[in-house]
C-alpha cells in the first residue's frame, strides 16, 4: 500500500517572497533615513513606529483574540515608568526598555485575571477602568515625580543628533521586531489556535483549543508590546507626564489604526498607521476639525470597508504580504478509498 | 463487560420552566452506533452540549470509558475523544477548508507537524472535500459545510462522535452518500450517537435508536420498534415523521 508522503503543504507562495525582499528593502530604506533626511524628518517618524507597535499589539489582542481592550495605556505607561525606575538605578535606557516589557507582562498576568472575568463592552470598559487605577496608583508615588512626572536621566550626556538617530533606529529597530514577532505568532501552532478563535470561539473550543489559555498569552504578548512602546516614547521624549502617558487616546488611537488598516490582518496595522500618521502630520494644525475628521473616517470605513483598507484590497486580489496559512500544493496521489482507515482501534 | 464509552446517569437540565433533561440516563457501548429522535425542542442539541461539555447539566454524571468527566471543559473532551459536529455548521469562516481540518488535527488528536497535516487531508478527502482543500470556509455551500462538520469531527480522532442533524436539509442523493460516510466511520470502529430528522437516514445506519421528549427518553431499543411503538408515534403526531417505506 502506498503511503500518502506526497501531500504537500506550503506555507509561502511566490508573489509573498517577493513582497518580502520589496519589505526588505524598505526597512533598508527606513535604516538609512537618519543619513538623508532632516533631524525632524526621522524624530517625528518615531511616533510612527510606536502607533505600529501598538496598533499591532492591538489587532493581535482585538482582532484575533476578540479581547476588545481599551486600556492598553496602561501597558504603555508601565513600560513608561520602568524606564524612568531602571534609570535612576543606572540601568541603560535602551536595556531599560525591555525591562519595560517584561514588567509590562508581568502585571498583565495578574490583571488578567480580573479583566478576563469580564466579557464583551464589559470587559473593554473593565480594562480602562484598570488602567486609570493603574494612572491613580502610579501619582501617588512621589519618587517618579507623582503628578508631575519625571525626567529621564541616563541619555542626557549624549549629542542631541547621535542621541536622535539612535532613537529612530531603536524604534525602528523594535517596530520590526514586534511586526516579525507577531508573524512568527500567527505562523505557529498558537496562530492557528487564535485564527480559529477569531472566527468563532466555541467552535474553536469543540475542536480541542483552550481558548481562555491562548486569549491569556495573546493579551501578555500585546501587554509586553505596549511596554515597548511606552518605553519607546520615554527615551524620545527624555520625561514622562502620568496623564498623558496613561492618556485613553492612545487606545483611540490603536483602534482607529486597525479599524481603517484592516482588523485581523497583519498588514492593516501597518498600513493603518502610515494614514493615522500622514493625517496627524498634514492635518494636525486644523485643531478639532482633525478629531472630527478622524471620527467621520473611521465611521466610514466601518460602514464600507468592514474589513479596513487591507482587507479590501486582499479579498480582491487574494494578496498576502505576511503568509500565514496553509496552501495544500499537491494532494495524496493514491486514491482516497485505498488507504489506510481513520480509525484503527 | 467492557466500559460504555459515553455513559450519562442522572443528567437533569431545565431552563426557567422549560425541562430539557430530566434524570436521564444512557449509555454508549464502544463502536456502538444509536439514534436519537424527538420533537422539536426536546432538549436534544442540549443533551450533545452537556456531553461534549458547553453547557453543563444541572445535576448528574457524564463518564467516559469509566472516567468521570463532568467537570472537564469543553476543549479537553475533545482531546480525550468526544468528537462533535453542530447542528447549524460552524466552521472558521475565514480560514480554508484545510485549516479549519488542521486546527481539529493539531489540537483536537494533539498530531504534530506532517502526521497533523496528513489526517486533516486525509479526512477531509474522505468526506468528499478534496477539491475545495484551499477554498475558504466561509465560501461553503450547506452541503460542503455539512461535510466539513462531520470531516472535522473526525480530524480530532475521536472515540465516539456525537452528530448533530448533519443530514437535515440535504438531497436525497447526498443524504445517500452521507449514509454510506457515516457508516464507514462506525464499521471502522468509531462510536456514533447521531441525532436526526431524517429518519430513514438513522434506520440505514443505527442498531439502537432511542427517542427523547419532555427531558426522558421515552423509547430505546431496535429503531424499528421504537418507531412503531405508539407513545413515540404520539409524541410525533403533527411532526414529521417519515420512514423510508412512507416517502417512497
Not at chain 1, 6 to 20: A, D, H, K, Q, T
Request: glycine residues 12%.
Amino acid at each position: 500500500m502506498n503511503t500518502p508522503n506526497s501531500l504537500l503543504i506550503r506555507r509561502s507562495r511566490r508573489s509573498s517572497n517577493l513582497s518580502f525582499v520589496a519589505l526588505g528593502l524598505v526597512a533598508v530604506g527606513l535604516v538609512m533615513m537618519p543619513y538623508v533626511v532632516y533631524q525632524s524628518v526621522t524624530s517625528s517618524m518615531v511616533m510612527l513606529f510606536v502607533l505600529v507597535i501598538i496598533a499591532s499589539m492591538w489587532n493581535l489582542l482585538a482582532g484575533f483574540g476578540g479581547l476588545v481592550s481599551i486600556g492598553q495605556q496602561a501597558y504603555i505607561g508601565i513600560g513608561a515608568y520602568t524606564v524612568i525606575v531602571m534609570a535612576d538605578l543606572g540601568v541603560h535606557p535602551l536595556i531599560g526598555v525591555f525591562f519595560g516589557a517584561l514588567t509590562s507582562a508581568m502585571l498583565a498576568l495578574p490583571t488578567s485575571w480580573l479583566a478576563f472575568r469580564l466579557r464583551g463592552d464589559y470587559f473593554a470598559v473593565g480594562t480602562w477602568v484598570i488602567a486609570e487605577v493603574y494612572r491613580l496608583v502610579m501619582i501617588k508615588f512621589q519618587f517618579v515625580g507623582g503628578a508631575d512626572g519625571k525626567s529621564l536621566v541616563g541619555l542626557s550626556g549624549l549629542d542631541p543628533v547621535m542621541r536622535s538617530a539612535l532613537t529612530y533606529w531603536f524604534a525602528l529597530g523594535i517596530a520590526i521586531l514586534t511586526v516579525l514577532g507577531c508573524f512568527w505568532l500567527l505562523r505557529s501552532r498558537i496562530g492557528l489556535a487564535l485564527t480559529a478563535i477569531r472566527d468563532d470561539e466555541v467552535s474553536a473550543r469543540a475542536g480541542g483549543i483552550d481558548a481562555t489559555r491562548i486569549k491569556r498569552i495573546v493579551y501578555l504578548v500585546s501587554a509586553a508590546g505596549c511596554g515597548l512602546a511606552g518605553g519607546i516614547l520615554v527615551v524620545d521624549a527624555l520625561r514622562v507626564q502620568p496623564d498623558a502617558i496613561f492618556s485613553v487616546s492612545w487606545s483611540a488611537y490603536m483602534i482607529f489604526i486597525v479599524i481603517i488598516g484592516g482588523i485581523g490582518y497583519l498588514e492593516g496595522p501597518l498600513i493603518g498607521a502610515l494614514v493615522f500618521f500622514a493625517m496627524q502630520q498634514f492635518l494636525a494644525e486644523m485643531g478639532t476639525w482633525y478629531l472630527m475628521l478622524l471620527g467621520v473616517l473611521a465611521i466610514c470605513a466601518a460602514a464600507w470597508f468592514p474589513k479596513g483598507l487591507w482587507g479590501a484590497f486582499s479579498q480582491k486580489t487574494g494578496f498576502r504580504l505576511f503568509p500565514v496559512g496553509y496552501h495544500v500544493a499537491q494532494r495524496f496521489d493514491t486514491p482516497v478509498d485505498s488507504r489506510a482507515p481513520l480509525f484503527r482501534n | 463487560m467492557t466500559e460504555p464509552v459515553l455513559a450519562l446517569r442522572g443528567i437533569s437540565k431545565r431552563f426557567g420552566e422549560v425541562v430539557v433533561a430530566e434524570d436521564l440516563d444512557l449509555t454508549v457501548a464502544p463502536g456502538e452506533a444509536i439514534g436519537i429522535v424527538g420533537p422539536n425542542g426536546a432538549g436534544k442539541s442540549t443533551l450533545f452540549s452537556m456531553i461534549a461539555g458547553e453547557q453543563k447539566p444541572d445535576s448528574g454524571a457524564i463518564s467516559m470509558l469509566g472516567r468521570d468527566i463532568s467537570s472537564l471543559p469543553a476543549q479537553d473532551r475533545t482531546r480525550i475523544g468526544i468528537g462533535r459536529t453542530f447542528q447549524i455548521p460552524r466552521p472558521f469562516e475565514g480560514m480554508s477548508v484545510f485549516e479549519n481540518l488542521l486546527v481539529f488535527a493539531t489540537s483536537g488528536a494533539g498530531l504534530h507537524g506532517h502526521a497533523a497535516y496528513t489526517r486533516a487531508a486525509e479526512t477531509g478527502e474522505r468526506v468528499g472535500l478534496g477539491d475545495v482543500l484551499n477554498a475558504q470556509a466561509g465560501s461553503l455551500g450547506l452541503l460542503a459545510r455539512k461535510r466539513l462538520e462531520l470531516a472535522r469531527g473526525l480530524a480530532s480522532d475521536p472515540t465516539v462522535l456525537l452528530l448533530d442533524e448533519v443530514a437535515g436539509g440535504l438531497t436525497e442523493p447526498e443524504v445517500a452518500d452521507l449514509v454510506e460516510l457515516i457508516r464507514g466511520v462506525q464499521q471502522e470502529g468509531l462510536a456514533i450517537v447521531w441525532i436526526e430528522h431524517v429518519v430513514h437516514a438513522l434506520t440505514q445506519t443505527v442498531r439502537r435508536l432511542a427517542c427523547l421528549a419532555g427531558g426522558r427518553l421515552i423509547a430505546d431499543g431496535d429503531p424499528f420498534e421504537v418507531l412503531d411503538d405508539p407513545v413515540v408515534r404520539e409524541v410525533y403526531l403533527g411532526t414529521t415523521l417519515t420512514t423510508e417505506e412512507d416517502t417512497a
